[in-house]
């Protein structure tokens, strides 16, 4: 686990981009959770941390395609393919990631 942040530093349910040991990611806060994911549409290889949290999950910018932020799983086309899911562990008021474990 690499810590990133400060979950003080996160707004709720606005991304934000992170490079984590050489993997961009993008983390969403939710409340007390927060969610990382690849930062990157598996559709049209653009970033994801550039778009916005609707109810459906991170919407990407270019053409729309959402992403549930527990999966990664697509919930809206274009997109077909999930993108990354990461662990994320909070421990004394700062954001933890392990890129080298997916949650799917």
């Known amino acids: 686990m690499i810590k990133v942040c400060a979950l003080s530093s996160l707004d709720d349910r606005k991304p934000f981009a992170a490079d984590v040991d050489g993997t961009d990611v993008v983390l969403v806060r939710d409340g007390e959770r927060v969610h990382a994911l690849a930062d990157l549409c598996s559709h049209a290889a653009v970033s994801l941390s550039e778009g916005e949290i609707s109810r459906k999950g991170i ?12 999966t ?33």
């Open 59 to 70: 919407e990407c910018w270019l053409h729309g395609s959402c992403f549930d932020l527990e």
């Open 72 to 104: 990664g799983a697509p919930s809206s086309p274009p997109a077909s393919e999930p993108v990354d899911v990461y662990a994320v562990d909070i421990r004394d008021g700062d954001v933890f990631v392990d890129v080298t474990v997916t949650k799917n």
